[in-house]
């Protein structure tokens, strides 16, 4: 049984936002969040999912699931310092991705870790969309069973 995992795509208007805001350092906004880099594999009956925000503070970072949607928001805010800057390359501001899971994942146990300005979700495939036994009765004898 094939467990899926899918990126919610957006419009093409907010991706080629991100791609400017990347391009051209500019920060985020609620309205139009920065860029969110993160990969995501299945490792055995676990999916991955590492999400890089370097210099965020763990305080500011915002996990929500409704339903089979996870929704990812943190915040780098702007310096508060008055110097001129030389350099203006990481995006600051709001920071904001939404993965939807397929049906066959286990919302109710996802785990989040941030440990050097990495987010990592570990989100467990669902135990009814796992291959099971079925015992087949013969006779009144239980003793053949065949893959679900």
Known sequence: MEVKMMLMRTDPF??????TQQMFGTDGTTARPSVMPMDAWRDGDTF???FDLPG???DSIDLDVERNVITVKAERPARASDAELIA???PRGVFSRQLIL?????TDRITANYDTGVL???????EQAKPRKIAITH?????HAINA
Do not use: S
């Not at 907010?14 to 791609?19: E, G, N």
């Not at 990592?120 to 669902?126: D, E, G, S």
């Open 56 to 58: 965020v503070d763990p």
């Open 88 to 90: 203006a390359e990481r």
């Open 14 to 19: 907010r991706d080629l936002d991100r791609l």
């Open 48 to 50: 991955q999912v590492e």
């Open 120 to 126: 990592t979700l570990q989100i467990p495939v669902a």
């Open 139 to 143: 006779d009144g004898d239980d003793r």
């Open 102 to 106: 397929g049906d066959n994942l286990d």
